[in-house]
Structures are given as structure tokens and as C-alpha cells.
């Protein structure tokens, strides 16, 4: 008589551990964790031509960035990953900064000083 609710238990058991399972990795690979977030503010007390994030597998490219804007610029990652950030200032400079490793799903933020880029995570 023991042995159906020990049997039945393991079952129960095992299928609750397989749907823990399921969700933890689904909530780890989804795609709100898929890729990174680089948040550039414009202190440079001028205007920005161009904002470029070259990664991995590509760049991404935000124009017309106005003095104090804040923009967040994305880009997908399938694990570890690095990024180099260049600006073109209105007076035609580059700034030059970004992360040497990121991992997926993580924020950074990127100050864009009068002569230098400030890298922090938030």
C-alpha cells in the first residue's frame, strides 16, 4: 500500500523539479535578459554627430544626439560579450571608451565627458 504513494510521490517529485527547471532556464535565456543595454548621456557641452557601439557581431549606430540627451542603445548577445564606444563630437573629435567584457542581460552607462568617455554600470 506504501509503495503507490512512494512511487506517486517520486513522480510528483520529479515533475515539479523538471518545471522549476524549465522556468529558471527560460527566465535566463528569454529575451528580456538576450541582450545588453548601454546608456550614453551628452555632457560634453556640445552636440554628438554620431554615437556608434561596435560589438561582436556588428555595431549600432544612434545620430543627432543633443547636449544633456540620454539614449539606450541595445544590441542582442548570446553569453559573454565586449563593446567599444565611439563618439563624434559636433567639433568633429572622437571620444573613445566602452567595456572590454559584458555579460548577457547587463546595463552599462556611458558618460560622454568635454574629453573623455566615463564607463560605469548603474
Known amino acids: 500500500m506504501r509503495i503507490p504513494w512512494l512511487l506517486g510521490g ?6 515539479l523539479t523538471l518545471i522549476a527547471g524549465a522556468v529558471l532556464w527560460l527566465r535566463d535565456t528569454g ?13 560634453t557641452g556640445q552636440a554628438v554627430r554620431e554615437v ?10 544612434y545620430r543627432a544626439m543633443g547636449k544633456g ?3 539606450a542603445l541595445t544590441y ?8 567599444r564606444l565611439i563618439a563624434v563630437l559636433e567639433d ?3 571620444l573613445r571608451g566602452g567595456a572590454g567584457y559584458i555579460e548577457r542581460g547587463a546595463r552599462t ?14
Open 52 to 61: 556608434r557601439i561596435e560589438h561582436d557581431h556588428g555595431q549600432v549606430i
Open 76 to 83: 542582442p548577445v548570446r553569453g559573454e560579450s565586449s563593446y
Open 31 to 43: 529575451p528580456t535578459r538576450a541582450g545588453i543595454e548601454v546608456r550614453v548621456e551628452n555632457r
Open 92 to 94: 568633429g573629435r572622437e
Open 109 to 122: 552607462w556611458e558618460v560622454l565627458e568635454p574629453e573623455r568617455v566615463v564607463s560605469s554600470e548603474p
Open 10 to 15: 517520486m513522480v510528483v517529485g520529479s515533475v
Open 69 to 71: 540627451d540620454v539614449v
